[in-house]
């Protein structure tokens, strides 16, 4: 399984940003896709996850009802993961990365046994 994040950026306070990432291989669709994050400094945290058939989802306290993560199939072995991101704070600056893992709902980063490289979400007050 290999993945790609992108769509990170530099936005204001209380803007909005969808961040994609592209899983593939060809076990993919069975995956549960998360996002995390690591601000500088800190330990990456769990973020946001979906099942692998999209019919649950589970936030982060600090996240929920701001952002909103979502999949589709968008090409044969392999699904898109969208989190979209609104009233963004500066507390949300961050590397954001995608996972894919077996367990569902772990909050665990080392029960996610594949990663994206990361894209940067830079918030400004």
């Known amino acids: 399984v290999q993945l790609q994040a992108s769509g990170g950026g530099l936005v204001q306070a209380g803007d909005s940003l969808r961040l994609s990432c592209v899983a593939s291989?060809?076990?993919?669709?069975?995956?549960?896709m998360a996002w995390f994050r690591q601000a500088p400094g800190k330990e990456r945290e769990f973020v946001a996850v979906i099942r692998w058939n999209g019919a649950d989802k589970d936030y982060s306290d600090s996240v929920k009802g701001r952002f909103t993560i979502s999949k589709y199939s968008s090409a044969e072995n392999a699904v898109t993961v969208h989190l979209q991101m609104t009233s963004l704070e500066p507390e949300d600056t961050a590397v954001y990365y995608c996972?894919?893992?077996?367990?569902?709902?772990?909050?665990?980063?080392?029960?996610?046994?594949?990663w994206g490289q990361g894209t940067l979400v830079t918030v400004s007050s």
């Open positions: 996972a894919a893992g077996r367990v569902w709902s772990t909050r665990r980063v080392y029960e996610y046994g594949y």
């Open positions: 291989g060809s076990t993919v669709t069975m995956y549960h």
